[in-house]
C-alpha cells in the first residue's frame, strides 16, 4: 500500500511507507551497520531524497498559493515526484547487496506499488491526474518521505534527534490512511477510462494464448487493500508502542 501495504525508500520496508519500517527500527535492536563507504553513500542517498521531497513540498505550497485553489494540484509536482518515487527502485538494490538489512521481497512488493500507482496509474490514465483524491497520497507520500528519509540520514551518523524518531513513528496514524484512501480513489477514478480505453489490456485470440483484463487487475488490486490495511496498520501501532518505549522501560531496568 502506498499501494498495498507498505510504502518510502527501503520504503516498504515493512511500513507501507507510511510508518515504521523493517529496514531500521531505530535502536530497537542493533545489527552491524554497513561499513564506511556504504555509510557514506547512503547518507548522501538520503540527503538527496530528502531534498527531493522538500523540492515536492515547496512546490505543492508555492502551486497552492498561486492558485489560491487546491485543485489540479498534481501538475505542479509531476516531473519531481515520477523523479523521486522512481529513483527509489535502487532501494530495492540497497537490500539485495546487504548494505541496508530489509527484505529484498518485502522491498520490492512496496516500493514497485508506489511506482505502479505513479506509472501505471496516474501517468497512464491522464484523465485522474484531474482529480483532487490524488492530492491526498500525493501530500502522505510527501510528508511521510521528508520524515523517513531524515530519520535514516541522523540514525546513519548516530545523531538521531527526538523529534524526527516521534515523527517517524506516531504521523502514520494520519498519514497512512490518508494515503491508502488517496490511492483507493485515485484507482477507482481510472476505472471507468480503463474499461472503455482496454488500457493494457490482452484479448484472445493472439498467438501467445494469453489474455489479460487490467480493469479487472486495478479492481483486484483494490480489494488487496481489505487484508493488508489493518494487518500493517496494527502492526506499525506495535512497533510505535515498542520503539518509543524503549527510553522509559531502560530506566525502569535501571
Known amino acids: 500500500m502506498a499501494a498495498f501495504g507498505g510504502?518510502?525508500?527501503?520504503?516498504?520496508?515493512?511500513?507501507?511507507?507510511?510508518?515504521?519500517?523493517?529496514q531500521q527500527q531505530a535502536?530497537?535492536?542493533?545489527?552491524?551497520?554497513?561499513?564506511?563507504?556504504?555509510?557514506?553513500?547512503?547518507?548522501?542517498?538520503?540527503?538527496?531524497?530528502?531534498?527531493?521531497?522538500?523540492?515536492?513540498?515547496?512546490?505543492?505550497?508555492?502551486?497552492?498559493?498561486?492558485?489560491g485553489s487546491y485543485?489540479?494540484?498534481?501538475?505542479?509536482?509531476e516531473k519531481p515526484l515520477k523523479f523521486f518515487q522512481t529513483g527509489a527502485l535502487v532501494e530495492i538494490l540497497h537490500c539485495a547487496i546487504g548494505i541496508v538489512p530489509s527484505s529484498v521481497v518485502l522491498t520490492t512488493f512496496q516500493v514497485m506499488s508506489r511506482v505502479f500507482l505513479?506509472?501505471?496509474?496516474t501517468h497512464s490514465v491522464k484523465e485522474v491526474q484531474n482529480e483532487d483524491c490524488i492530492l491526498l497520497f500525493v501530500v502522505a507520500w510527501t510528508i511521510t518521505e521528508i520524515v523517513r528519509y531524515s530519520f535514516y540520514t541522523f540514525n546513519l551518523l548516530n545523531h538521531l534527534p527526538y523529534f524526527i524518531k516521534?515523527?517517524?513513528?506516531?504521523?502514520?496514524f494520519v498519514l497512512y490512511p490518508m494515503g491508502v484512501l488517496?490511492?483507493?480513489?485515485t484507482i477507482y477514478a481510472a476505472l471507468p477510462y480503463v474499461r472503455r480505453s482496454d488500457l493494457f489490456s490482452i484479448s484472445l485470440p493472439n498467438k501467445y494464448n494469453f489474455s489479460f483484463d487490467y480493469y479487472t487487475f486495478l479492481i483486484l488490486t483494490m480489494?488487496?487493500?481489505?487484508?493488508?490495511?489493518?494487518?500493517?496498520y496494527f502492526h506499525m501501532i506495535h512497533q510505535r508502542r515498542k520503539v518509543l518505549s524503549l527510553p522509559e522501560e531502560h530506566k525502569k531496568s535501571e
Open 182 to 185: 488517496g490511492e483507493l480513489l
Open 223 to 232: 480489494l488487496s487493500y481489505i487484508p493488508l490495511f489493518p494487518q500493517l
Open 7 to 22: 510504502g518510502g525508500g527501503g520504503s516498504r520496508r515493512a511500513d507501507n511507507g507510511y510508518g515504521i519500517s523493517g
Open 71 to 77: 485543485h489540479n494540484l498534481y501538475y505542479s509536482i
Open 27 to 67: 535502536g530497537s535492536r542493533r545489527r552491524k551497520g554497513p561499513g564506511a563507504l556504504a555509510t557514506a553513500y547512503l547518507v548522501i542517498y538520503n540527503v538527496v531524497m530528502t531534498a527531493g521531497w522538500l523540492v515536492i513540498a515547496v512546490g505543492l505550497v508555492r502551486a497552492y498559493l498561486t492558485k
Open 118 to 121: 505513479t506509472w501505471a496509474v
Open 166 to 172: 516521534w515523527a517517524r513513528y506516531t504521523l502514520f
